[in-house]
C-alpha cells in the first residue's frame, strides 16, 4: 500500500499479513483522488472514513493536506494498524474510533464535508449502505458521499446518486 501524493507521497506502508481488510487498490485510489482533485480543496474539508480498514484513504487525506479526519473501524487487529501508522508518521489529526459503523452513525453530532465508506463486500444489507449514511444527516449540504463497491451493484436509481467510477475492479458510487 503505498500514499500517492502530498506530505507522504510515494511512501509505501507494510501491511501485516493478519489484515482482513480489503485495501483500495493503488491504481483505484489514485483514480479517485484525481477525480476529487477537480472537485473538493483537500485543506477545506472535514473527512469521515467509515468501514476505514488499513486507513489507506484516511492517510491520503492527512498527506493532501486535510486538516481533519475521522476514520471508523471495529476490528482490533485494523485499528491497531492505523494506530502505529499515525505514530510512525507523526499525525496528530486523524482521529480513530474503534467501533461498529452502524452505532457510530446512530450517535454521531458532528458533520463531514466528505464521507468515504469501504464495507465487505459481503456485508448484510450492502446495498442499503448509501441511504443508511445519508440519513443521518452527518453529510454537510455541499458534501460528497463516496461508497466503493463491486460491479454487483447499481446505485443510479438512488435520489442522490450522481455519478459513477470504475478503475478496474473496483466501483465508485457518488452521492451528493
Known sequence: MRIISGKFKSRRLQVPANITARP????????LFNFLNNIIDFEQVTVLDLFAGTGSISLEFISRGCQ?????ENCKTQANFIL??????NINNLVLFRLDVFQFLKTCKTTFDFIFADPPYELKNFEQIPDTV?????????GIFVLEHSAQYDFSSNLRFKSHRKYGNVNFSIFE
Open 24 to 31: 483500495t487498490t493503488d491504481f483505484a485510489k489514485e483514480g
Open 68 to 72: 481533519k479526519v475521522v476514520a471508523v
Open 84 to 89: 502505529q501508522i499515525t505514530k510512525n508518521l
Open 134 to 142: 445519508l440519513n443521518t444527516n452527518i453529510l454537510n449540504p455541499e
